[in-house]
């Protein structure tokens, strides 16, 4: 099969056209051409006016459901939002039933996936059955692919538990990814500790429980001389813990999630389930500060936490309604909308070229002879997102009806093509 890619602006600091407007031929595959101008015939031409092409784009942490609650994602609903999303790569938690705490599961996931537009790589669970007790077979699960590990949305709260951990895939070079919060802490908070939990009469989850676990976990990883990656950071605090440990060499990084980067627990106010998620909304002063960790570098990468529910437990009173909301579809064009200011080199760092590193997944090279794996987007275009276009089983996001600069066109993952319509 051949593709051919007219006029695009390539966004890619490793190739010798970064910045520069090219036609791409791909042929079966792999880029066999990148020239000012190719006139040969293609199964396939894509030629949009402002059209960009980036290295793939890649998610860390996005729950797909499968398996055992198909009923509000499966991976052919979740690939499909990811790719219309600008995604060829994304990490799936193992928060499923069963969930993904062994070699059988991992390769479930991984097989059941091969058809697919876009890569889907198992995060393993850290203990077995996610209860935060005893060490899951992480090695196995390594060897049959899963790209990380960690207990997801149930994050381990043994310290004891997660300085083992973090000793054993350092034997492999792996990394742990940690949703950073004390669960003894504002056990039972619905909401941001503070003005707004007060006014609603909504019991509030402080700041500290977060921080309490970036500061003992950035210990452990000192001491383990292993890896660790905290995704969904909300605290100021927090990111001046990350700030100083990677000052000191070590190896800590950092992912906020999209919706921290807009919404303020002030927007609660309206009781809106879609706004409960987890880690909570915070203030104002908040989103300020997790903007410029986002521009200074602080922050490495960008997390959907794509957490997809159905009707039944979105549209109920607000303390029994689950926590999370879509991200996948949205993701590019929040960032674009919201800090305008972020070049497109900048959010290729963010969405591809970071994460690639972080989690040891290839980088892949905008040159002739390079496998493809390419996202194509367009950073002026103006839309609205329409709840009959959303690729995603579920429909639990509060962007419905709202418009945004900025949208992902579709993606090239090898032979595999998908082009938003």
Known sequence: MKILIQQACIADMQSSHHGKIRDVLIENGVIREIRESINEPSDKVIGYRGMFISPGWVDVFSNFADPGYEFKETLETGASAAAAGGYTDVFVIPNTKPPIDNKAQVEYIRNKAKSLPVNIWPIGAVTKNLEGKELSEMYDMQSSGA??????????????????????????????????????????????????????????????????????????ARYAESKIHFTGITSPKSLEYVRRAK???????????????????????????????????????????????????????????????????????????????????????????????????????????????????????????????????????????????????????????????????????????????
């Open 147 to 220: 790209i990380a590990f960690g207990d997801g949305i149930l994050p381990v709260q043994s310290a004891g538990l997660l300085l083992k951990a973090l000793q054993y895939v350092k034997t492999f070079d792996g990394v742990i990814i940690q949703v950073p919060d004390d669960k003894s802490v504002g056990a039972s908070g619905l909401i941001n500790e503070g003005v707004v939990s007060t006014r609603l009469g909504l019991p509030g989850k402080p700041m500290m429980a977060e921080e309490l676990i970036i500061a003992r976990d950035i210990k452990l």
């Open 247 to 421: 000052d000191s060499g070590l190896n800590v990084t950092c992912s906020v999630a999209p919706y921290h980067l807009v919404f303020t627990d002030e927007d609660l106010l309206q009781y809106d389930t879609n706004l409960k998620v987890y880690p909570p909304l915070r203030t104002r002063e908040v989103v300020k500060t997790l903007r410029k960790g986002l521009i200074d570098g602080t922050v490495d990468c960008v997390a959907t936490h794509h957490l997809p529910h159905e009707y039944d437990s979105k549209v109920l009173e607000f303390e029994y309604a689950k926590f999370g909301m879509t991200g996948l579809e949205t993701s590019y064009a929040v960032l674009k909308t919201i800090i305008p200011e972020l070049s497109d080199e900048k959010l290729t760092n963010l969405l591809s070229t970071n994460p690639r590193k972080i989690f040891g997944l290839g980088q892949p090279k905008i040159e002739p002879g390079e496998a493809c794996q390419l996202t194509l987007f367009d950073p002026g275009a103006h839309w609205t997102l329409d709840e009959k276009r959303i690729r995603s089983k579920s429909r639990n996001t509060p962007f419905i009806g709202r418009e945004f600069t900025g949208r992902s066109i579709g993606v090239i993952n090898g032979e595999k093509l998908f082009l938003n319509n």
